[in-house]
């Protein structure tokens, strides 16, 4: 069974920044070929794209909002998908989710139902 955990969530102040891990575990192949992603989710919305690195190549795709101010990594050694996020605003306040899939497509890497593994999700809150 495919197991994803996150962490590095916590509290900040505007302008801080955060880094976010999610180890990956039970995998049915290497973790080279999972798609990676991070999604987000503030009280009353609905999950949003945040950050997905490709499987394989590893090409990275970032939502409008986060782009140049988010990364997104993995290490494959350590089945660990990464992402440092700088120069934060009160809007990046929302539960973080890492998900993870091995058949996705590129045109589905920002949907959220083309994956098949989640974790539990890590709180992020950026306040003064």
């Known amino acids: 069974q495919v197991q994803l955990v996150e962490s590095g969530g916590g509290g900040v102040q505007p302008g801080g920044s955060l880094r976010l891990s999610c180890v990956a575990s039970?995998?049915?192949?290497?973790?080279?070929?999972?798609?990676m992603s991070w999604f987000r989710q503030a009280p009353g919305k609905d999950r949003e794209f945040v950050s997905a690195i490709f499987r394989s190549g590893g090409s990275t795709h970032y939502a409008e909002s986060v782009k140049g101010r988010f990364t997104i990594s993995r290490d494959s050694v350590k089945n660990t998908v990464y992402l440092q996020m700088n120069s934060l605003k009160p809007e990046d306040t929302a539960i973080y989710y890492c998900?993870?899939?091995?058949?996705?497509?590129?045109?589905?890497?920002?949907?959220?139902?083309?994956?098949?593994?989640w974790g539990q999700g890590t709180q992020v809150t950026v306040s003064s």
């Open positions: 039970g995998l049915t192949a290497s973790f080279s070929r999972y798609s």
């Open positions: 998900a993870a899939s091995q058949s996705i497509i590129l045109s589905s890497v920002r949907t959220a139902n083309a994956y098949a593994y």
